[in-house]
């Protein structure tokens, strides 16, 4: 499963409280990203880093910040979570494999954090 | 804008029925496509994906999946399903010129099997 460990699992929170969730991985790759996915949308990409520091915005990024410190770590900040912010996040990494000659690269996801705000 | 789109909301089949599940996307350029798994309560996994030559790709657990160019289109395939398929499919887009590799996902498409 790429190494991609998400925390916490599960989380109930109240509207204008903030919420950080975190994303560790332990395969250095570059490339992270964070996903929301809801009933009828799919998955909507909020964020996404290509290195320390080093980030920048999705579709869906409004109410949402994020930092990348260090390679591992990749932190989803809701300021102030409202109802319109229950969801389940979806973190996910970059990996390049290479076949016959050919690079590709494809996402791998963690196992999600179910987020509700009441 | 890029999107992506699944006709198909819930598909209901019965064990060794085949399945065809459609995805269309709007981008006349170069293309690397995926089909993703969810099964229930658990994470996304990779099916199969297509970056460049046989339009024909094979994946995981029987799945396959046809790129048509001149349609937009990625369908996925499979030729006799069976109970354990019972989860909810993603087919994604991340085109050619995109910066950071985002994907696009279509809405998704709930497969029920009866046993």
């Known amino acids: 499963d790429a190494g991609i460990t998400q925390s916490p699992r599960h989380k109930v929170t109240e509207t204008g409280t903030p919420v950080t969730l975190r994303c560790h991985q332990t395969?250095?790759?570059?490339?992270m990203y964070w996903y929301r996915q809801d009933p009828g949308h799919g998955l909507r990409l909020i964020h996404y880093?290509?290195?320390?520091?080093?980030?920048d915005k999705g579709e869906v990024s409004d109410g949402y910040s994020v930092s990348r410190s260090k390679t591992e770590d990749f932190l989803l900040t809701l300021e102030s979570a409202t109802s319109s912010q229950t969801s389940v996040y979806f973190c996910?990494?970059?990996?390049?494999?290479?076949?016959?000659?050919?690079?590709?690269?494809?996402?791998?996801f963690g196992p999600g954090t179910r987020l509700t705000v009441l | 804008a890029q999107s992506v789109s699944q006709h198909n909301h819930h598909v209901i089949l019965s064990e060794a029925a085949s399945l065809e599940l459609g995805c269309n996307y709007s981008?006349?350029?170069?293309?690397?496509l995926f089909w993703y798994v969810q099964y229930p309560g658990q994470h996304l996994q990779l099916l199969l994906k297509?970056?460049?030559?046989?339009?024909l790709v094979k994946g995981i657990k029987g799945f396959e999946a046809e790129f048509i160019k001149s349609k937009f289109s990625f369908n996925l395939r499979k030729p006799s399903v069976q109970w354990s398929d019972t989860a909810e499919y993603f087919c994604?887009?991340?085109?050619?010129?995109?910066?950071?590799?985002?994907?696009?996902f279509g809405q998704g498409t709930e497969l029920s099997v009866k046993p």
């Open positions: 880093s290509y290195g320390v520091k080093d980030t």
């Open positions: 994604a887009v991340n085109a050619g010129n995109n910066q950071g590799g985002k994907l696009i």
């Open positions: 297509y970056f460049s030559g046989d339009p």
């Open positions: 395969e250095n790759h570059r490339y």
């Open positions: 996910a990494i970059r990996g390049r494999e290479t076949s016959g000659g050919i690079s590709t690269d494809t996402q791998y």
């Open positions: 981008y006349g350029g170069t293309v690397n």
